[in-house]
């Protein structure tokens, strides 16, 4: 599957769920702050994504619970809710589209769920259908 198929995809999946328009999607748009979405909605974009990915029903794609947007953080990554340097690393690694900038000056572990944009999303199918 193409990079531009995946897109196609995801933004589907994006307007269906959040009741965006298909032109407020752009790659560097945030699923919180640009597109509104909301704790559970997450729940929903991954059931959605699961859906439009399984292409063969006896073998349906899975998104296993933390994976795409980590609800928490392994211990070693944050303590008293601060990202350790293992932790901000492993945001990097999972983000690299994001913007890190006030994550690195303040450390805040809440604030990862503001960085997820659309091109993470993705990233993220690209490597797990790949």
């Not at 604030?111 to 993220?124: P, S």
């Amino acid at each position: 599957m193409t990079k531009d198929e995946i897109y196609k995809k995801v933004q589907g999946v994006l307007v269906e769920c959040l009741g965006v328009d298909e032109d407020e999607v752009t790659p560097q748009a945030s699923l919180r702050s640009d597109l509104g979405a909301e704790s559970i909605d997450f729940l929903d974009i991954v059931f959605r994504l699961e859906k439009v990915f399984t292409t063969d029903p006896s073998k349906p794609f899975q998104i296993p619970r933390n994976e795409l947007f980590p609800e928490s953080f392994e211990p070693g990554l944050v303590e008293d809710n601060k990202l350790t340097d293992a932790g901000l690393a492993e945001v990097h690694r999972r983000l690299p589209h994001a913007d890190l900038t006030e994550l690195k000056a303040t450390r805040d572990a809440g604030l990862v769920q503001n960085l997820f944009a659309v091109q993470d999303v993705c990233d993220y199918l690209e490597r797990k259908l790949g």
